[in-house]
């Protein structure tokens, strides 16, 4: 972790399924456990700016952002490590 990212929030956003709602979430950076640091920087390298959602209806994408940096995650591909993170999602205000 860079010292930069310490004090950074990590935003986690939820879209796509049938009812297409939109759920958010944000958690400190640095009070995220060293597994769950690991996967996002995972997500970070293997899914940057791509479109995971393509071609497959009805199905979760998972946006990750941190400062500069953002990951679309499939749903099928989202991290056991962040998973706990998901119970923090919740809908934003429309």
Known sequence: MTE???????????SG???GLLLRASFQYSQLS?????????CFQ??????PAAGQPDRFSYRLELAERSA?????????????LLTALRPTAG
């Open 4 to 14: 930069s990212q310490g004090g950074k929030q990590l935003r986690l956003e939820r």
């Open 72 to 84: 679309l995650v499939p749903e099928a591909h989202w991290p056991e490590a962040l998973k706990a």
């Open 46 to 51: 293997r899914w940057p700016g791509s479109d």
């Open 34 to 42: 060293e597994a769950e640091r690991g996967a996002v920087e995972q």
């Open 17 to 19: 399924g049938f009812a």
